[in-house]
């Protein structure tokens, strides 16, 4: 294939977006004030519908948007239904599927936005918005998001598996893949609150409770609470199986300090929130988090707006996606990571 002057111009456009983060446009509240003035309210009216239809649907959004700026920085990436490249998408990995929720309440959101401003706003931006409206409905706390997220083209299955940070990490492994994507240890254990929220399929922890058809005695898991899930889980569990528990389970839709509560009591549902507890220094700040819940809600806000920045694109990079699951038609090729470029050897992609 020959190479045209497009196809360099998108080639350079798109080694402008690999430039170190300084350099480039950064993230700021308010960003469709004058372009989309209405598109948070969308985004909110959106969130609300669904959360009274389902409020189970909060702990859903705020795991995407998590998810989706673990694999790819925040770029949508983990809406794609298909990705152009071919192959499996973000969606399909085990970490994601069946266990990610919410996906229709971003369409909705998006589908209302595009009438009132068409090709303005990112689906990136919409689940940033979406994440926080559903911290606002669980846990009565607001925080300004910084937009202008631009949406990526490429989701692929090995990224989420390389990227997401499964149950079963220790510590060390958690502090290390936080701080792969410039969050502390600290912003770690804060992040992991969200677990006061929302559900797990038993496949996350079926491995504490049941060694085969044995019961496993594991110190870290309080005996009633292993009963209670073995009653819940049969050991015959697999990725497939679909039954749900609450990880808070007083309180699944209230976003509060709880989960730190429940550590100490052994009642930590995977092994990597058992885990907080083993490490000294995660364990003080889990009891620094279980007895001042303000303290909690504030810095938890703050590591979110952190998350939300995880390798953005902004600018010209990227495109706004016309519909979250599919990449637009006539996408540039520096926008499907010049695939077919790439497969020549011509050009060096992302
Ligand atoms: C620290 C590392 C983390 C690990 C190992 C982890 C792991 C998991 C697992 C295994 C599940 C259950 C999935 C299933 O249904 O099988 C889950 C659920 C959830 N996680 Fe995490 N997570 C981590 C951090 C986070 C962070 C940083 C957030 C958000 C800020 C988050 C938010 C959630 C929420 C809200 C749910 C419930 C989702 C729902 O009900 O649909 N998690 N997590
Ligand atoms: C995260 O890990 C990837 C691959 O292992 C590496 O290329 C990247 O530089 C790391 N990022 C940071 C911020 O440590
Ligand atoms: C599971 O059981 C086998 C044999 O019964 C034993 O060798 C193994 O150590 C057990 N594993 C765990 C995690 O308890
Ligand atoms: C809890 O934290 C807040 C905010 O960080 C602080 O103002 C307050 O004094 C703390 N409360 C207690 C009881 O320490």
Redesign the pocket.
């Known amino acids: 294939m020959a190479v045209t002057p497009g196809l360099v111009l998108a080639a350079v456009a798109c080694a402008m977006c690999l430039l170190p983060v300084l350099v480039r446009a950064q993230l700021q509240v308010g960003f469709y004030q004058r372009t989309c003035p209405n598109a948070e309210t969308l985004v909110r009216q959106a969130v609300a519908t669904a959360f009274a239809k389902d409020a189970?649907i909060a702990?859903?959004l705020?795991?995407l948007h998590?998810h989706d700026c673990f694999v790819r920085g925040c770029d949508a990436s983990v809406l794609l239904a298909t990705n152009p490249g071919g192959g499996k998408t973000e969606r399909q990995a085990i970490p994601n599927n069946p266990?990610l929720?919410g996906f229709e309440v971003i369409d909705a959101a998006k589908a209302s936005i595009e009438q009132s401003c068409p090709s303005t706003v990112s689906c990136a931006d919409i689940l940033a918005f979406a994440a926080r409206d559903s911290i606002t409905l669980t846990g009565n706390v607001f925080y300004p998001v910084p937009a202008g997220r631009r949406d990526g083209s490429v989701s692929k299955e090995q990224d989420a598996l390389d990227n997401l940070?499964?149950?079963t990490?220790t510590a060390q492994q958690?502090i290390d893949r936080f701080k792969n994507k410039t969050l502390t240890a600290e912003e770690?254990v804060l992040?992991?609150g969200?677990?006061t929220?929302?559900?797990?399929?038993c496949?996350?922890f079926v491995k504490r409770i049941w060694n085969g058809t044995t019961p496993i005695v594991d110190a870290g898991l309080s005996p009633s609470y292993a009963a209670l899930l073995r009653s819940l889980c049969p050991s015959s569990t697999t990725q497939t199986t679909l039954i749900?528990t609450a990880?808070d389970p007083g309180s699944p839709d209230v976003l509060d300090n709880n989960y730190y509560k429940l550590l100490p009591r052994n009642m930590g549902l995977?092994f990597?929130d058992n885990q907080l507890r083993v490490d000294g220094n995660l364990n003080a700040l889990v009891n620094t988090f279980a007895a001042n819940e303000t303290m909690w809600k504030e810095r938890f806000a703050a590591a979110?707006v952190k998350m939300g920045r995880i390798e953005v694109q902004t600018g010209r990079c990227g495109q706004v996606r016309l519909k979250c699951s599919v990449v637009n038609p006539n996408s540039s090729p520096s926008s499907v990571e010049l695939a077919s470029v790439d497969e020549e050897g011509v050009i060096a992609t992302s």
Do not use: D, E, N
């Open positions: 189970g702990a859903g705020i795991r998590f266990s929720r940070p499964p149950p990490f958690l770690m992040l992991s969200a677990h929220v929302g559900r797990s399929f496949a996350s749900t990880m995977f990597s979110m």
